[in-house]
């Protein structure tokens, strides 16, 4: 390095090295809103909370009965079906499996879709 | 070497300086929006969540029994007040002091007798829904024991499933 001063290379190298962190820390920063957003709307997207309702009336509804002119058990499913393609942009269909003598569980066969999520269970009972 | 080796360090600062430069403007150019808490939607999730949990102890019944919840009960006799004084207790609810600032406003959809879907406003809170919120929307089936609309011939009684749904929002 002739005729190169070189007394201030330790502050000049501290000079770098600061200023490539910081770069560094900014770009970390940046990133960490972006990934709390992606969750939480991922968390948001997914219909955990009409899944379990649904799922929860089509099991309570098994266990109705139509009664004289109350037809209970045809009228509480048939309107989880219409309120849930009205309300939750979501098409359920179900059917069941009663019992029989070799087998005392009831079995009950739940299809949930809202064109992104597609949950399908078989139920037994115990 | 002929070369002249005068300006090394400067050379090195230009092309560092040059570096950080590039940096920025990708930085600057890559983002296309400047995203703020707000944007991120936690807190939406949040109150979803608070929200949803809410109804579902609202429609617990008390000690688990296989009697009525209070949503069950509240539903059937339209009890505004009620739902209004336990359901703003609940999201209120806060360890620190004084409540929290969280509106709401419920609604009930049903499906009548001829197969129709609608919807009854149930219960709202003090502040009412002006269409500016940013609100969120959760929901709870509830089994009832009466036809909506209201209907006082026998045969229309009986047990429905119905919807209460709530838009919550902070004011």
Known sequence: MAGLRDDAQWIVLMGFIVSFSLFFVAIVINQSTVVGQTTAEAVIEFPKNDIRGMRDMIIQSEFLVDEGVFNNKTNVQNDIKTLSLHRQNSVVSFSSRNPTGSDPHTYIEIHYSNGVTAYNETWRSN | ?171
């Open chain 2, 1 to 171: 070497m002929v070369m002249s080796e005068n300006g090394q360090l400067y050379t090195i600062e230009g092309i560092a300086a040059a570096l950080i430069l590039l940096v920025t403007a990708f930085i600057v150019v890559n983002s296309t929006s400047v995203y703020t808490q707000g944007d991120t939607h936690i807190n939406d999730m949040q109150l979803e969540l608070l929200g949803s949990d809410a109804l579902s102890m609202l429609n617990t019944a008390p000690n688990s029994s296989f009697g009525k919840s209070p949503l069950q009960t509240i539903v059937e006799t339209d009890d505004s007040a009620l739902f209004r004084t336990l359901f703003l207790n609940t999201i209120n609810n806060t360890t620190g002091p004084g409540g929290d600032r969280i509106q709401y406003k419920a609604n009930v959809t049903y499906v009548d007798k001829d197969g129709f879907v609608s919807t009854l406003p149930l219960s709202d809170s003090p502040h009412p829904f002006v269409g500016g919120e940013h609100a969120v929307r959760v929901s709870q089936w509830v089994i009832v024991e009466k036809r909506f609309p209201d209907c006082s011939a026998g045969s229309c009684s009986g047990k429905h499933a119905v919807l209460v749904e709530v838009l919550l929002w902070r004011d």
